[in-house]
């Protein structure tokens, strides 16, 4: 399996829990969470979930298990993600 697409919904209280398991993937800022432009195949650096850019090929086993590690610790389930 290999994690497709990553998006962070509203509700993100900042507690840095997703940075810390996964940085490659998690830029926590002062108001919420984003999903890094180097990872994205749209090169943007929001939420994502608006834009639903997928994670460029590279990156989707690579960080699978940091990036389910993540969606798991956040409390308040905030972090969605596709896998295929
Ligand atoms: S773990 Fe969840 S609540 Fe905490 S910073 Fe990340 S997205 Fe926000």
Redesign the pocket.
Known sequence: MAVTKVW?EE?????????TACPEV?L?TED??MIRAEVREDGKETENSEEMSPLKEEFREELEDAIEE?AE????E??KFETE
């Open positions: 962070i509700g993100c209280i900042v507690c840095n829990a997703c940075e998690f926590v919420t969470c993540a610790g956040c409390p308040v905030v972090i």
